[in-house]
C-alpha cells in the first residue's frame, strides 16, 4: 500500500479502471468541461467529447488497452506519468505505444490530460493491424 497524494491516488484510480475495461467508469473522473489532448492530435473539450473520441477508436469494444504506469511524479496539482501503452485487437494484434502524460487534479477531477507520443509510430503498428 501506498501513501499516494489524491491526485496520484485518483489518477491511478483512472488508470485502472480502464485497464479494467470500465472506459465510462474512468471517463466519468474527468471535469465535465475537461481539456483533453493528444499531441500532436487536435485538441478535445469535454468529457463526452473525450469519450466519443476513444469509443470512435474502439477503446471498450473492439479494441482492449493495457494502459502501464512505469513512473509518476507530483509538482502541485498536476501528476506525470510515464507510460506504455498497449492497445490489442480481438484478434491478437498490439500495439505498443511509449507515452508522456500529464493529468491536472483539482475538486476531486481530472481538468487536464496531456498525452506525448509518436504518432508516426502509432499509425504504422495500427496499419499494420488493419493489413
Same mark, same amino acid.
Given at each position: 500500500?501506498?501513501?499516494?497524494?489524491?491526485?496520484?491516488?485518483?489518477?491511478?484510480?483512472?488508470?485502472?479502471?480502464?485497464?479494467? #475495461?470500465?472506459?465510462?467508469?474512468?471517463?466519468?473522473? @474527468?471535469?465535465? +468541461?475537461?481539456?483533453?489532448?493528444? /499531441?500532436? !492530435? &487536435?485538441?478535445?473539450?469535454?468529457?463526452?467529447?473525450?469519450?466519443?473520441?476513444?469509443?470512435?477508436?474502439?477503446?471498450?469494444?473492439?479494441?482492449?488497452?493495457?494502459?502501464?504506469?512505469?513512473?509518476?511524479?507530483?509538482?502541485? #496539482?498536476?501528476?506525470?506519468?510515464?507510460?506504455?501503452? @498497449?492497445?490489442? +485487437?480481438?484478434?491478437?494484434?498490439? /500495439?505498443? !505505444? &511509449?507515452?508522456?502524460?500529464?493529468?491536472?487534479?483539482?475538486?476531486?477531477?481530472?481538468?487536464?490530460?496531456?498525452?506525448?507520443?509518436?504518432?508516426?509510430?502509432?499509425?504504422?503498428?495500427?496499419?499494420?493491424?488493419?493489413?
Amino acid at each position: 500500500m501506498t501513501d499516494d497524494t489524491p491526485e496520484i491516488a485518483l489518477v491511478r484510480l483512472f488508470f485502472q479502471r480502464v485497464n479494467d #475495461d470500465r472506459f465510462d467508469d474512468a471517463i466519468n473522473l @474527468l471535469a465535465e +468541461d475537461v481539456f483533453y489532448h493528444n /499531441i500532436p !492530435l &487536435p485538441e478535445i473539450r469535454g468529457r463526452e467529447n473525450a469519450r466519443s473520441f476513444h469509443k470512435a477508436f474502439g477503446v471498450g469494444s473492439r479494441i482492449r488497452v493495457d494502459w502501464q504506469i512505469l513512473r509518476m511524479g507530483q509538482d502541485g #496539482d498536476t501528476i506525470l506519468t510515464e507510460r506504455l501503452d @498497449l492497445f490489442m +485487437d480481438r484478434n491478437g494484434g498490439r /500495439i505498443t !505505444l &511509449p507515452t508522456m502524460g500529464s493529468m491536472r487534479v483539482n475538486d476531486g477531477a481530472i481538468r487536464e490530460w496531456r498525452d506525448y507520443f509518436d504518432l508516426a509510430s502509432f499509425e504504422q503498428q495500427a496499419a499494420a493491424l488493419d493489413a
